[in-house]
Structure formats: C-alpha cells, structure tokens
C-alpha cells in the first residue's frame, strides 16, 4: 500500500483564495448550460399547444432514474453564433449524453426543437459527429430524438452541406458494426434529415406530428409543381402503413419514448459493466478540496500528486520513477476499481520526463491499462542545455507513445495545456477516448504574455535593423493586444464552444466522470459485436 501523504493545507488562506476563484468559475458554467435550457424552455407554451414534451423532458423520461448520466459538449458553439456572451446560446441545438436505459448503456442524442424549431447548427452537426464518434468507439447503443427544422437556409454554407453528409454516414458505419440505431421521430425531418430514420435499424413515428420527406410541399411545389399535403408526402401513417419508414405508431411524445424504451429492452444488451464484486475505497481526502487546489494564475506550483490523491481509489497511488524527471508524474492506480495508469505534470516536461513518460506509455499497454492524462503543462523544456540533450527528439518518441498506444486514453485537462505538451499530453488532435476541461484550464500554443513578448522582441528587432525608432505606447498597444487575444482563446469556456473538449465538469466530479469513462472503456472491450458488410437495411 502506498497511500498518499497530503502535505496541503486545504483550509489555509491560499487554499480558499483558490477555492472562491474555481466557485465563481463553476457558477458561470453553470449559468450559461442554464441559459441554452431556458432559452429552449421559452417554446413550452407551443409544445403544451400540440401536446409534446419540450427536448430535455423527453431525454429525461427515457433515461432510467436515479442511474448516472454524461452529459457530453454542452458549451458547443458558445461565443461561435454572437461575439456576445450573454447572448450566445451554448449547445449548438442539440442535447447530447450518455446514460442508462433500461439498464444499457446508451448514447441519447435530442435536436433542441426549442430553439430556431431545432435547425442545425454548424456547431451543432459537429457536436453529433463527435458523440457518434464515441457512440462507436464505446459500442453505445445510438438513440436519436429526432425534431428538426433542416438547416437554416438563411445561413446556408456549402460547407456545411457537404461535411454534414458525414452524420449520415456515420449512421451507417454504427449499424454496420453491429450498434443499434434507434430514431424517434418526434416531428419534422425534411431533405437530409429524412436519412436520419432512413439509416436507423429502428424507428418510432408520433401519430400527427412526424414528418419526414425529401422535399416538404412548398420544396416540392418549387422543383416539380406538384401540390401534395404533409401527410400524404411524410406523415406518421403514411410512413406507419405505406412507405415502411417506421417499426411503431406512437400516439404522443411519452408513448413513443415508451416503445423506444421497449425496443432497447428488448436488444438482449444488458449491461456489461464489469465488476469485481468488491467495492472500491473512496479517495482518504474530500473532493471539494479539488476546488482550492488549482490556482487561477497558472504561474503558481501546484503539485498534481495532491489532485490524483483526491481522485484514486483510497488515495493509494504508486510511482514510477519518482526520482527521475520529477516534473513529470507517473503514477499507477484504481479509479472506481479501475487499474489504470495515470501521468501528470508539475513543470515543464524535460528530456528525462520525456523519456519517463515515454515508458510509462508503454508499460501500461502493456499491462492492458487505460491512461489518464491530467494535463498542467507550460509545455516542454526550452533551452540550450534542453536542446542539446535532445529535447526534440525525446519528445517525439513521448509523442509517438501517445499516437500509437494501445489502449484507452482519457485526458483531463485541469490547467495549463500549452505548447506541444497538449500534443505530448494526449490532447484534442490525439483522439482520446474522451477530454474533459476544468473550468480553471486554458490551452494555447503559448501564454499570452510569452506570445506578445516574442512579438515585440521581433517587431523592435526588425524596426531597429531598419532604422525606425521605436514607439514604446505603441508598442505597449500592440503587447495588451495580443494578450488579450490569447487570453480570450484559452479560456476553456471557449476552447469547449468549439468542440475542443466533450464538455467542462466541476473538479468534484472527475472521479464520478472518469469512473463512468473506464467503465464505458471495460464494456467495450468486453462485448462481442456482430459486424456485417452494410447497415441494416430498411425493407
């Protein structure tokens, strides 16, 4: 047993300065995932007009209650359709999380017909791509809650149009692996997204209100003339009794979510999560003092040992090398009973780190181990001692670990992700299974002041070489300018608007999500698909 000895004073000055700052950061996230439910909220009185549940009610009364639930990308699209944050609506129109029905695991995906009649949104078709992407990864069930208005043709971008043939493809690529998708129609599906129950091995329509066609009538009247009303084109019973569109007839939102709740049942997938029989230690210190533990001005240290022993199972953690590259932590324990591998940061990763790291990586695919990565890094080691021990090349082999290793990797990234120590440490463009942001994180090529600093040492280089003399209030300008460009694109409010993490979570959450994770991760694994050459195709 190696259980951590904490060192940190969690009720001293610093600690609650630390504290105050992550709260306030907490409230605002929350406050803007309020703000896009309250901005869907304001159509209740046209949904209770024709009888249906508003989109988070209707994921609500399909998830099973009191059983967990991952809500995935809720900032997409933030601060992408106004420059305004109080006016920009988080979610990019879509719902999206993972949860239990009927006791499997799923992925449930809902279009926000209450905001613009669930139009798509450029924000919105990637945050769908990327939890298909998981949905496949992980061998979720895909359950599609389908109200959409098509794109918005006011806003039409060709490019939007031909990447957006990817959702659908996608579609496809689960059913041919062996993942159920299930559609409830709940309204309208027009042009494209008619091909969403098209591609569906299962489909639930709601009597009165489904709809799905190629061409709606006015389209229809447009291209051909031929004049034809929405029912006969795409309505429930149409597609219920003539076309086959559809496996079941729904009276109402509720009856639709019932028989899609049957149809999972009736999958034979029960959940595979896979147990001991023992249940694992909580961490021997308390969550909530992951709330004082990472400072708001990264500059400051912050020993990272002290955030895995508030995450692992009974705060037993092992070390790897602990000698040796100190700056970078490598660390062997359970999370949820989970054995996993965990590497950390608390400085610069220089060539020992590196190459520490780089074994780590190695060793845990070895032992079949997923990898967390808790990211709090300025980067690696510049220099001229760094430069000529190799620090390029060593951290290429760290980089070439992290590409090709074999089993789960799941990043958080906690503070500072900067330079090529987001690559190092398994960010975005390394494709972990999931990546999960701490309100206080921010990620950039560098700090803002670093960035602004190389500029003017650049600028006055170049005027001095020319002869120009040097205007310091200008140049003061142009260095707050490009601070505050930097600052603003680090903030992790933004950097998960475009889709560059699965969502923000509060510290106090990271084991309950990271348990969530590795479970999802051991599922995988263990259950056996049944592939064929094509999707389920619709007869």
């Known amino acids: 047993m190696s259980i951590f000895q904490s060192s940190w004073n969690a009720q001293g000055a610093l600690a609650q300065q630390r504290r105050h700052a992550m709260l306030e950061r907490i409230a605002a996230l929350r406050s803007l995932e309020a703000h896009a439910a309250q901005a869907s909220a304001k159509s209740r009185a046209v949904f209770d007009k024709r009888g249906q549940l508003l989109p988070r ?15 995935l990308c809720s900032l997409a699209g933030f601060m992408q359709d ?21 006791g499997v695991r799923c992925m449930v995906v809902a279009s926000d017909s209450g905001i613009e009649a669930g139009a798509i949104q450029p924000m919105g078709l990637e945050k769908i791509l990327r939890v298909q992407e998981i949905a496949l990864q992980n061998k979720l069930p895909f359950i599609h809650l389908v109200e ?39 309204g309208s599906g027009t042009a494209g997204g008619a091909y969403m129950p098209g591609l569906s091995d299962v489909v639930v329509l709601v009597r009165g209100r489904s709809r799905a066609f190629l061409a709606g009538p006015p389209l229809l009247m447009a291209a051909t003339g031929e004049v034809a009303t929405e029912e006969e084109l795409g309505g429930a019973e149409m597609h219920a009794t003539v076309s086959g569109l559809g496996e079941s007839l ?10 899609a709740k ?25 969550a909530d003092e992951l709330l004082g533990l990472m400072a708001d001005d990264l500059r400051q240290p912050v020993d990272m040992r002290e955030v895995i022993a508030r995450l692992v ?25 989970h054995a996993v591998g965990i590497i950390s940061n608390n400085g610069p990763i220089d060539v020992a780190g590196a190459n520490k790291a780089t074994h780590f990586i ?11 990565y808790l990211q709090n890094t300025t980067g690696y080691m510049v220099g001229k001692d760094s430069e000529q021990g190799g620090m390029i090349k060593h951290g290429s082999k760290m980089i070439q670990a992290v590409t090709n290793a074999t089993v789960p990797q799941i990043t958080i990234q906690c503070g500072a992700s900067f330079g090529a120590g987001n690559y190092g440490m398994c960010g975005r463009g390394y494709a972990p299974r999931f990546l999960f942001s701490w309100p206080s994180a921010k990620t950039a090529v560098m700090g803002g002041e670093q960035a602004a600093r190389t500029m003017q040492i650049v600028t006055e280089a170049a005027m001095t070489r020319k002869g120009i003399a040097i205007d310091a209030a200008q140049s003061q300008v142009q260095f707050d300018k490009i601070v505050a460009l930097f600052e603003a694109q680090a903030d992790a409010f933004y950097t998960s608007g475009l889709l560059l993490d699965d969502g923000v979570i509060d510290p106090r959450d990271t084991r309950a999500v990271l348990g969530q994770c590795l479970a999802m991760c051991a599922e995988a694994d263990a259950r056996q698909l049944r592939p064929m050459q094509f999707g389920v195709a619709r007869m």
């Open 82 to 102: 106004t420059t305004d944050p109080a006016q920009s609506i988080p979610g990019g129109g879509v719902v999206a999380g993972i949860g239990f029905i009927e």
């Open 262 to 286: 049957e149809h999972v049942a009736h999958l034979g997938w029960t959940s595979s999560a896979i147990h001991s029989g023992v249940m694992p230690l909580p961490p021997a210190f308390d």
């Open 362 to 372: 190695q060793r845990c695919c070895q032992l079949g181990q997923p990898i967390v």
């Open 57 to 71: 009610e209707r994921v609500g009364f399909l998830l099973d209650p009191g059983a967990p639930y991952l809500p």
């Open 250 to 259: 729904a009276e109402d939102d509720r009856h639709a979510i019932g028989l």
């Open 148 to 186: 959409s208005a098509g794109a918005n043709l006011m806003r039409y971008r060709v490019e939007g149009f031909v990447h957006g043939g990817a959702l659908f493809r996608n579609l496809a690529r689960l059913s041919a692996a062996g993942i159920p998708v299930l559609t409830i129609q709940h």
């Open 313 to 337: 199972d009974n705060s037993d953690m092992l070390e790897f090398k602990p000698l040796y590259g100190a700056a970078t932590l490598c660390v062997q324990a359970s999370i949820n009973g």
